[in-house]
């Protein structure tokens, strides 16, 4: 899945990354049930505590682990997460991508178009471009009136909206085979029936609004937006990548950029490279030259904003 220019870039970069396999699946596995134990326990302490407070500061936690969560359904997608296929597919089907109403089947097929067509008109993101919301730099207003339009839960309901009366919002069938297909969606179908029938049964409906849904149409669309205008949007046609790396700090990473999921250069030099390893690989990488002049690094969300605004 690297395009022909990032697979020039390889070569001329000649990084050795013997240093980058995998050695066991525990980094997933902790990944996967740490994000999890985190929901669960700010589920835990709001309804123990029984204090609005607790339950408002709750909200940003569990959707940055909803970024979490997405993002180790995106590693899936490369078959970053698991060394066996199998367990890495249902894993990431069962524990990541249903639980936030996606299909690691249609995101992985869509994503390495991504990567292999970027910045051309094959590039599934490259219709947001015409859209004024991904026109940057922008006015410091119109951006910080989106993000608040994101906070508020009004843009997921007009997103949600403006796609089911769309023409173009046909679902891409990332299976040839229809028996194969339909017995995929059969148990897609059958886990959201699970799923609300012991919502129903144990009545948990409104805890699942309250520590779900809410957080999923507010903080996590804000999170979202964060993420996708950051690695391909706001940067100078001088940056060779067209892409952006990010410097966090701690507090950054896990509200908004957990699993090392900023340093988006990097990934897309080095696709197989699975995700605890990229920090070290952004490490060697800002040694070499050639990334260092083609590559954008930016500092802290702060940097990011200044990017993508101007007064």
Request: aromatic content about 18%; charged content about 15%.
């Amino acid at each position: 899945m690297v395009n022909v220019y990032f697979s020039n870039l390889r070569k001329l970069i000649c990084l050795d990354l013997s240093g980058f396999e995998r050695k066991n699946d525990w980094p997933s596995i902790v990944a996967v049930a740490g994000d999890w134990l985190i929901v669960g326990s700010c589920i835990s302490l709001s309804v123990y505590t029984g204090s609005w407070l607790i339950y408002l500061l709750s909200i940003p936690v569990i959707s940055g682990r909803m970024m979490a969560l997405g993002f180790l359904m995106h590693e899936a997608g490369h078959n970053n997460l698991f060394k066996n296929r199998w367990f890495n597919r249902w894993v990431s089907e069962l524990f990541l991508a249903w639980p936030l109403f996606l299909s690691m089947r249609k995101y992985r097929s869509v994503h390495a178009k991504h990567h292999k067509y970027l910045k051309t008109e094959r590039d599934t993101e490259a219709p947001l471009s015409q859209y004024k919301e991904y026109q940057f730099p922008q006015k410091k207003a119109l951006w910080y009136g989106m993000l608040l339009l994101d906070l508020s839960g009004i843009h997921f309901f007009y997103y949600a909206f403006k796609k089911l009366s769309s023409r173009q919002s046909k679902a891409i069938n990332p299976i040839s085979a229809p028996v194969l297909n339909a017995f995929y969606k059969a148990l897609r179908t059958g886990y959201y029936l699970l799923l609300f029938s012991n919502l129903v049964y144990f009545d948990l409906w409104w805890e699942y609004v309250l520590f779900w849904i809410i957080p999923y149409v507010t903080w996590f669309q804000l999170v979202v937006r964060l993420q996708v205008c950051s690695e391909h949007f706001g940067l100078p046609h001088s940056v060779g990548y067209q892409t952006r790396s990010l410097v966090l700090n701690r507090v950054e990473k896990f509200f908004f950029f957990p699993h090392n999921k900023h340093y988006h250069t990097e990934h897309h030099i080095y696709p197989e490279v699975y995700f605890a390893r990229l920090e070290s690989l952004h490490r060697m990488l800002i040694k070499e030259p050639v990334y260092a002049a083609n590559t954008q690094v930016t500092y802290g969300i702060s940097g990011l904003f200044k990017e993508l605004t101007y007064d």
